[in-house]
Structures are given as C-alpha cells and as structure tokens.
T-cell receptor, first 111, second 114 residues
Framework: EDKVVQSPLSLVVHEGDTVTLNCSYE??????LLWYKQEKKAPTFLFML????IEKKSGRLSSILDKKELFSILNITATQTGDSAVYLCAVGGGSNYKLTFGKGTLLTVNP | EAGVAQSPRYKIIEKRQSVAFWCNPISGHATLYWYQQILGQGPKLLIQFQNNGVVDDSQLPKDRFSAERLKGVDSTLKIQPAKLEDSAVYLCASSFTGGNTEAFFGQGTRLTVV
C-alpha cells in the first residue's frame, strides 16, 4: 500500500522565522511528488517535483526531492502570517497516476 | 479558465439518509478524483476516473458509496445510507492526463451527519 508520511504534524513559529517541512514516501512506481497549501477547503498547488536534486523555487518557498532516500522538503523563509495553513504532500504513482496524500503539516505563524 | 465546480457547499443530514454530491471538472481534464478529508487528516482517495472509466476504487466503501461519471465529464458521488463517521469534506479534483500533471481541487462539500 502506498504511504506518505509528513513531519512535523504541527508547527508554531514567529513571523520572520524559516521553516522546513518534511515528506517521506513509499510508493509503487513513483512518478512525481506534489506540494499543496490548504487554507480553508480547496488545496492549492505549489510545486511538482519529478527529478532528484533540482530545487523548485517560488518567492520565499522552495522544495527539493531526493529519490534515493525517498523524501522531499519544503522550505519557507521569512515566514508571514499569511503562510499559516496546512501543507500537504502528495505522491503520484502507478500506471494510473494515483495521488496519495500525507496527513499534512499545520503551520501557524504568529506575529 | 473556470475551476473545478462542486455542489452543494454544505449539507447536513441525519444518519441513514442518503446524499449526493456533484462535480464538474475543468474542461478537457480526463482524470477526475473524489477524496474524503476528515478533520485533521489528509485527503483519502475514494475513487479515480479516467474519462468515464474507473481506474481505482480500492478505498471506496462500496456497500454505501457509489460514484459515476457519465459521458466522461461531470461526476456524482452518492452515500446511501449515511453513517456518523461519513462526516467530512468531500473534495473533487481533476487533472489533464492523470500523469505527471498537477490536480486542481474544487472548494469541496462539507457533510455533517447527525
């Protein structure tokens, strides 16, 4: 059975801090890893990673994948209160590209 | 480009009643997913369609849940009869090909079973 494990499950920081969120996986026929941000209901797409060692960057957010060690990290620098959300990691695998999600990391950024 | 549309946004029903959710994916998206997200947990895949065919329903409780995607566009997810533990947000997502492309989510339907 495909498995995606995120850590920590929750994190509280102050504005300006840098955070690192972790995602490890065990998936049959891995194809890609995706990060989403969920503030209310609908998760919104952040990054998709398919190759090891290539950093994806968008503003203060960046992510990298290690396919040998089967994990990914999401970094957020200079956090702002608007970064408060649940961050979800998902892995696409199998011939039908089944998307399996982790439980998410609840990030709270205090002013 | 219009996003994934879902309705209703909220639904409250009594246990043992039935309920149906509707999803209209982004135009041209062949793959459609239904997820159940219980409070505090990540989304759990219930069923995945490729066009109008089911490609994964291994986690769908088939004694009470059913889903269809007629004509490969809109989809309906039904629960009959509902149980208290079905209280959750039901998310619909779609993607272009189902392979190495991101899935886009609708706003979800929050179901409360009392």
């Amino acid at each position: 059975e495909d498995k995606v494990v995120q850590s920590p499950l929750s994190l509280v920081v102050h504005e300006g801090d840098t955070v690192t969120l972790n995602c490890s996986y065990e998936v049959t026929n891995f194809r890609s890893l995706l990060w989403y941000k969920q503030e209310k209901k609908a998760p919104t797409f952040l990054f998709m990673l398919t190759s090891s060692g290539i950093e994806k960057k968008s503003g203060r957010l960046s992510s990298i994948l290690d396919k040998k060690e089967l994990f990914s990290i999401l970094n957020i620098t200079a956090t702002q209160t608007g970064d408060s959300a649940v961050y979800l990691c998902a892995v696409g695998g199998g011939s039908n590209y089944k998307l399996t999600f982790g439980k998410g990391t609840l990030l709270t950024v205090n002013p | 480009e219009a996003g994934v549309a879902q309705s209703p946004r909220y639904k409250i029903i009594e246990k043992r009643q039935s309920v149906a959710f509707w999803c209209n994916p982004i135009s041209g998206h062949a793959t459609l997913y239904w997820y159940q997200q219980i409070l505090g947990q990540g989304p759990k895949l219930l069923i995945q369609f490729q066009n109008n065919g089911v490609v994964d329903d291994s986690q769908l409780p088939k004694d009470r849940f059913s889903a269809e995607r007629l004509k490969g566009v809109d989809s309906t997810l039904k629960i009959q009869p509902a149980k208290l533990e079905d209280s959750a947000v039901y998310l619909c997502a779609s993607s272009f090909t189902g392979g190495n492309t991101e899935a886009f989510f609708g706003q979800g339907t929050r179901l409360t079973v009392v």
